[in-house]
């Protein structure tokens, strides 16, 4: 903030001390006798922009630089999400394309963990853009603001997920060989091969956390129930029922590459059937040509 007033002056956020203005010039010999001098006049109160307030209040750093992005995220979180869920909501920034930030609210219970709980989304997110082959929005920064409201800024991934694909599949009677063919199965399999490889678990693999990007590719989102070291077991109950495996329900100790298996392979079946694999309700016809 060294090319800006510095909004920390005297402990008073509302007003700026000005400098003195120079004194003018001393008037010549024979002058008058100096008149007392007035008291300063106290300066006018200082209406603060988003960016300054947040420079002067609890602004916690865990990931890049947040002080390009601090005051755009105020104002664009102001409108409406274009997409909202148990994680938060996401919203679009006008002034940069192709970026989009994820606000998540502290709602309660240990401020501690919850804090704990965006570090770690955050690291394994700034991790697996680093994974070779595999495909993860990247990561600009993120920060927590006044103490119960957490940001994180990444690239947009366009074309939407694999559940809107679905529903685009039924709705609009697209060819059902769009989704359900060997390259997007390919795929979904290799980027989950090199991220068990690199030692992580998604635990709740979805068509709602699969995005697709320009180019038709998958894109694995939403780190907040990975798990490092994937070959340790877990009794953590996570996931989505109608895609979790047996075994992480039934809160036994379950190996969580396995687990995600078992989740993929819900979807590779909701692909081919239009169908929600563990409950009856149907989206739309069954498929009945052959996935290969």
Same mark, same amino acid.
């Given at each position: ?17 000005? @400098? #003195? !203005? %120079? &004194? /003018? $010039?001393? =008037? +010549? *010999?024979? @002058? #008058? !006798? %100096? &008149? /007392? $001098?007035? =008291? +300063? *006049?106290? @300066? #006018? !109160? ?247």
């Amino acid at each position: 903030m060294s090319a800006r007033f510095n909004p920390w002056v005297n402990g008073d956020l509302t007003k700026v001390r000005e @400098a #003195p !203005a %120079e &004194a /003018p $010039a001393p =008037a +010549p *010999a024979e @002058a #008058p !006798a %100096e &008149a /007392p $001098a007035e =008291a +300063p *006049a106290e @300066a #006018p !109160a200082l209406e603060l922009s988003p960016l300054m307030l947040c420079e002067a209040s609890s602004v916690e750093t865990i990931h890049g630089d947040p002080s390009k992005w601090i005051e755009s995220c105020m104002k664009a979180a102001d409108g409406t999400p274009f997409a909202s869920g148990g994680f938060g909501e996401v919203f679009r920034i006008p002034q940069f394309e192709g970026i989009v930030f994820k606000k998540i609210r502290f709602k309660g219970g240990s401020y501690t963990a919850w804090v704990n709980e965006i570090t770690e989304e955050v690291s394994v997110h700034a991790v697996l853009c680093t994974v070779e082959g595999f495909k993860a929005p990247n990561l600009e920064c993120a920060f927590i603001l006044e103490e119960d409201c957490a940001f994180i800024v990444m690239e947009e991934i366009k074309n939407g997920d694999l559940f809107e694909a679905v529903n685009d599949v039924i709705a609009y009677k697209k060819e059902h060989t769009s989704l359900c063919n060997k390259s997007l199965l390919r795929k979904l399999l290799e980027n989950l091969a090199a991220l068990h490889a690199a030692g992580f678990a998604h635990r709740d693999i979805k068509p709602e956390n699969i995005l697709l990007d320009h180019n038709g590719d998958p894109v694995y989102i939403d780190y907040g129930f990975f798990t490092e070291k994937g070959e340790k077991e877990s009794t953590k109950r996570c996931g989505t029922p109608e895609y979790v495996a047996p075994e992480v329900m039934s809160m036994a100790f379950y190996h969580g590459p396995t687990a995600d298996i078992f989740s993929l392979g819900c979807v590779f079946y909701m692909l081919a059937r239009l169908n929600y694999p563990n409950r009856p309700k149907r989206f739309g016809p069954i498929a009945t040509h052959s996935i290969w």
